[in-house]
């Protein structure tokens, strides 16, 4: 998890490059209601993140918690963060998408801004507690 976690960070700097190729020498967005309606859509797509981090991801890794070899919370922990991630880098299509339309540098820098804070805050961690494992805290 934590190479595909990478790889995404990854991913915002490619696709911050790659919107700089698209994107034209003008720096003029043509309505600012697609600005306001693809900042609405990015800003939903993070709380769909948070909506299922909160509901899926978090009893699997209690689940996990208090039994490490349970196979079946293992797969939905992954499978939970996966898909978090993938609607938080979402996030900076949006500013691509903005990009190619005219946006200024500005503005999509914002969204690739809070992709990355929001992946890293939402890092893939399986922290299990000592007693779980079966070893002293010290170890």
């Not at 960070?9 to 490059?17: G, I, K, R």
């Amino acid at each position: 998890m934590r190479v595909i976690h990478f790889a995404f960070l990854v991913a915002v700097a490619l696709y911050a490059y790659a919107a700089e190729l698209v994107a034209g020498k003008t720096d003029s967005a043509d309505s600012p209601a697609v600005l306001y309606g693809m900042t609405l859509a990015a800003g939903f797509g993070v709380l769909i993140a948070y909506y299922f981090r909160r509901t899926k991801l978090a009893p699997a890794t209690e689940k996990l918690r208090l039994d490490p070899n349970d196979s079946q919370a293992l797969k939905e922990w992954r499978s939970s963060t996966i898909v978090s991630l993938v609607l938080t880098l979402s996030v900076s299509l949006y500013a691509v998408a903005l990009r190619a339309l005219g946006a200024p540098r500005n503005v999509s820098s914002l969204f690739y801004l809070v992709t990355v804070i929001l992946l890293l805050i939402w890092r893939p961690s399986l922290e299990l507690r000592a007693e779980a494992l079966g070893t002293p805290r010290d170890q």
